[in-house]
């Protein structure tokens, strides 16, 4: 049972940043009017460490068809606007635990982790041919739930 008084005891033991990949719009483009956003996200927990690994992806909103889902791309060519940022972060307990591993890092690893994806875009995107992409804020539990059910209908309709 989670004591809502107490800390939760668990220790976000660092954060890496995975994967970066970022394809600028060609030269004599403009910066695309409106961006889409999907997140993936990968957990591994045992008792005592979870590595929790967020994949976000930002592209141009007229290409949100050809990548809705957050899955990584893994190699696949790309030749338009992409912003593609993987962090992961390790998470044990800390003394008493005082909320399960598994539970915390279901709820509160992405919330977590989001800042670190913020910077690497902001830093990866300042030397562009169009300025900085600041991320703006975003509810990314929903956006979560958005892109896990884009995932969805991806394999439904694959497997059709």
Do not use: C
Not at 30 to 48: G, M, N, S
Not at 49 to 58: E, Q, W
Request: charged fraction near 25%; charge should be negative; proline fraction near 7%.
């Amino acid at each position: 049972m989670v004591d809502k008084k107490q800390p939760p005891g668990i220790r976000f033991r660092g954060v890496v940043v995975d994967h970066i990949r970022f394809v600028d719009v060609p030269a004599g483009a403009t910066k695309p009017a409106r961006l889409h956003y999907a997140i993936h996200v990968d957990r591994r927990a045992t008792e005592t460490v979870a590595d929790v690994a967020l994949t976000f992806r930002i592209v141009d909103e007229k290409r949100v068809k050809e990548h809705t889902a957050g899955k990584p791309l893994d190699g696949q060519s790309f030749d338009d606007f992409l912003i593609e940022v993987r962090v992961t972060g390790t998470f044990e307990p800390d003394g008493a635990a005082n909320f399960p591993l598994t539970q915390f890092t279901n709820t509160n690893a992405v919330p977590l982790l989001t800042p670190f994806v913020r910077e690497a875009v902001a830093r990866v995107t300042y030397s562009s041919r169009n300025g900085v992409v600041l991320l703006p804020p975003i509810n990314v539990l929903a956006l979560l739930e958005q892109s896990a059910a884009a995932e969805a209908a991806e394999t439904a309709e694959q497997g059709s």
